[in-house]
Structure formats: C-alpha cells, structure tokens
C-alpha cells in the first residue's frame, strides 16, 4: 500500500541555517510527489512538485527513487519559512488517482 | 476572485443532528476533493468527484454523504452527528486528479465539533 511518512513532526532552526524536512514513501507504480505548505491562518498550498524540477521560495526536492525519499532542502532559512509542510504521493488506488499526505512537519525558524 | 468556499469555518453541534459542509469552487475544476484532518495527522481522502453526478468514496471509510449536482458545489453531508466525527474536514479541487497541472487548490476548511 502507499504510503508517506515524515519523520519529524517538529523542526526547529537558526535564520540562516539550512534545513532539510524529510519524505519517504511507499509505492510500488511510478511515484509522482508534491510539497505543500500552510502558513499561519492560511491555506494548505502547492509549493512544488518533483516532475516540474523547480526551485520555490529557495527550496528544492530530488526525487531519489533508490532511497525512496524527496527531501525538501533550502540552504539558508528565512523566519518566513516558518509553517506547516506537507509532503504528497500521487498514487492510484481503489480510490482512483489521488494524493496521499503525510502527517505532517512544522518548521520553525527562529532570529 | 476565482477561488473555492468553505462553510462554516467552525461548527459546534450536539450528537444526533444532521449536518452539512459547503464547499464551492469558481475556478471551473472537475475535480472536487473532501479530506479530514485530526490534529496532528495526515489528510484522509473521503470523497472525490471528477464531476456532475460522479461521487466515489476515498480510502478512509466515513459515514458521511456527498453530491455534485453542479460542477461548482460539492457539499458533505453528515446524518446523525457523533462525537468521533469531530475532525478538521478540508475541501480542494483541481483540473486533473493528480494535481500534476496547478496542484490541488484547498478551501479554509470546516472545524467540526461534536457534543
């Protein structure tokens, strides 16, 4: 069965420092992966996805197949990185194509 | 402003009542989604659409309903209210079901508590 798991439910850094939030996943199709993030009083948003390569708001995820991870890295954290980040597996399922989320890890960045 | 509406934000409701969540989406999507959330877990898929009069149920088994009568309006509907179906439920859609294109869009969401 699918499945993403995010190791840390909390992660806290210095403004400046990089940082690095985690994903594994279990899938056993062609995995398609998505970071969302929710801001303080805000909605749950896309910031990236893996298929498009991009670069967000500083950050980056590799999908590495081998490890079954997509690790969501910025080199230099800024305060207003501080959030709720979510990472995402499309996968097909009894359901259908859907997005399967994680639990979840709150980043805190801290002056 | 194209975007999609949750209501109510926050709803407090004795056991036994019957209840409905809105979601509308004025961005033309299909594709309509409900996820729960309790805190400090992930989002449950419970119900999808893909459009008018097409309704299937997500991987988390629930006892609520839902309908898409209309492309824009995908309301979830509860009816007889327990406490265990006190939850965060999250409304989203988007143009294709894997949100390969633009992602998911996602609603403020609905806070139910039930007493």
């Known amino acids: 069965a699918q499945r993403v798991t995010q190791p840390e439910k909390l992660l806290s850094v210095f403004k400046g420092a990089p940082v690095e939030l985690k994903c594994n996943y279990s899938y056993s199709g062609s995995p398609e992966l998505f970071w969302y993030v929710q801001y303080s009083r805000q909605r749950l948003q896309l910031l990236l996805r893996?298929?498009s390569r991009e670069s967000i708001k500083g950050f980056t995820a590799d999908l590495n197949k081998g490890e079954t991870s997509f690790h969501l890295k910025k080199p230099f954290a800024q305060e207003e990185d501080s959030a709720m980040y979510y990472c995402a597996l499309r996968a097909y399922s009894n359901s259908g194509y859907a997005l399967n989320f994680g639990k979840g890890t709150s980043l805190l960045v801290t002056p | 402003e194209a975007d999609i509406y949750q209501t109510p934000r926050y709803l407090v409701i004795g056991t036994g009542k019957k209840i409905t969540l809105e979601c509308s989406q004025t961005?033309?999507?299909?594709?309509m989604y409900w996820y729960q959330q309790d805190p400090g877990m992930e989002l449950h898929l419970i119900h999808y659409s893909y459009g008018v009069n097409s309704t299937e149920k997500g991987d988390l088994s629930s006892e609520s309903t839902v309908s898409r009568i209309r492309t824009e309006h995908f309301p979830l509907t509860l009816e007889s209210a327990r406490p265990s179906h006190t939850s965060q439920y999250l409304c989203?859609?988007?143009?294709?079901?894997?949100?390969?294109?633009?992602?998911?869009?996602f609603g403020s969401g609905t806070r139910l508590t039930v007493v």
């Open positions: 961005m033309g999507h299909d594709k």
């Open positions: 989203a859609s988007s143009i294709d079901p894997q949100g390969a294109v633009g992602g998911y869009t």
């Open positions: 893996h298929i």
